[in-house]
């Protein structure tokens, strides 16, 4: 069936309502997408880290995306001032760290309903507008992980996994209405993701079978997180604004943006470049699919796709065993 692009896409003046937006990537996309011009909302439970956003002109609300009524009411109320949501950006997630055969299924199931059935939620609550115009974008932020898979993070990857999944047959549903359905694979990126990693791998798989494995990978967080730091306080003494400041000391707080950081935090990619790729992705008349964005990204699915199961298993369980 052909497609109906029938509604008028304007470069600028969108209405976008961006979740997770309190720190990392949706706060550093919030303020990209008001530097162009943009009507922006920023969502999230912690309301006083998108302060920066409300300074730059953009609007906030609270948002727990596990609840039914508060995503109806983010809607409704975007809705209702502007009659429309040209964009939406579903950035908000979380992970959990340890074996999968240690790690909770309760908590395992908290971890869909944020990163997965959240942004399906969403995406059928502002789609009914944007197919009535013939235009709109719907943005999900998942990760190189919803493409490899590594130990101790079954369920986080499985989420993301799922997340492409749903966006493939999403874009093909949609398109037809003019709506682009757009996929951000991140990188390692600097947003302080792994802060709570240590912990959490210590208190899942830290005493049992997987111990060895667990203990080996939360002392690397531990290194990551520390490098992270530096290079955040650093970055924050070199701000040049209040609201730069700002967004430097939300990364360190960061639970509720996504990201695979497990490299030198000196070469992680800052948000700012991945808010860069989806501002224009959301600006272009004509969106590719999918973005891979931020330091070995490329590298890594390129290694996952030259070697055999059993190969790419060897050099990544290598170092924890």
Not at 192 to 198: I, L, Q, R, V, W
Request: contains cysteine.
């Amino acid at each position: 069936m052909a497609s109906h692009r029938t509604g008028v896409r304007e470069k600028a003046g969108r209405v976008c309502l961006v979740t997770g937006a309190s720190s990392g990537i949706g706060l550093a996309t919030a303020l990209e997408l008001l530097r162009a011009g943009h009507i922006v909302y920023g969502a999230a439970r912690r309301v006083p880290r998108m302060a920066p956003i409300v300074a730059a002109g953009g609007y906030t609300l609270p948002l727990d995306v596990t609840e039914e009524d508060d995503l109806q009411r983010v809607v409704s109320t975007v809705m209702d001032r502007h009659g429309r949501i040209d964009v939406l950006v579903n950035n908000a997630g979380t992970v959990v760290h340890g074996a999968a055969e240690d790690t909770p299924v309760a908590m395992a199931r908290d971890l869909f309903e944020v990163n997965v059935l959240a942004p399906a939620r969403l995406a059928q609550l502002v789609l009914p507008g944007m197919r009535l115009r013939g235009s709109g974008t719907i943005v999900n932020v998942s990760s190189i992980g919803g493409v490899i898979a590594l130990p101790l993070g079954a369920w986080y990857y499985a989420s993301k996994h799922a997340l492409e999944a749903f966006s493939d047959t999403l874009r093909m549903e949609v398109e037809q209405f003019g709506v682009d359905v757009v996929v951000i694979r991140p990188g390692i990126i600097r947003t302080g993701f792994e802060a709570g990693a240590a912990r959490q791998l210590r208190e899942v798989s830290g005493h049992g079978a997987y111990g060895r494995m667990a203990e080996a990978m939360a002392r690397a967080a531990e290194a990551q997180t520390n490098a992270e730091t530096q290079t955040d306080a650093q970055a924050q003494t070199d701000a040049e604004t209040p609201a730069d400041a700002e967004m430097q000391m939300d990364a360190q707080a960061d639970a509720e943006t996504q990201t695979d950081a497990d490299g030198p935090a000196s070469r992680a990619t800052d948000p700012l470049v991945v808010a860069e790729v989806i501002r224009r992705a959301v600006e272009a008349d004509r969106p590719e699919t999918r973005y891979v964005v931020g330091w070995q990204a490329e590298a890594l699915l390129n290694l996952r796709e030259s070697l055999t199961d059993r190969d790419f298993d060897a050099r990544v369980t290598a170092p924890l065993l």
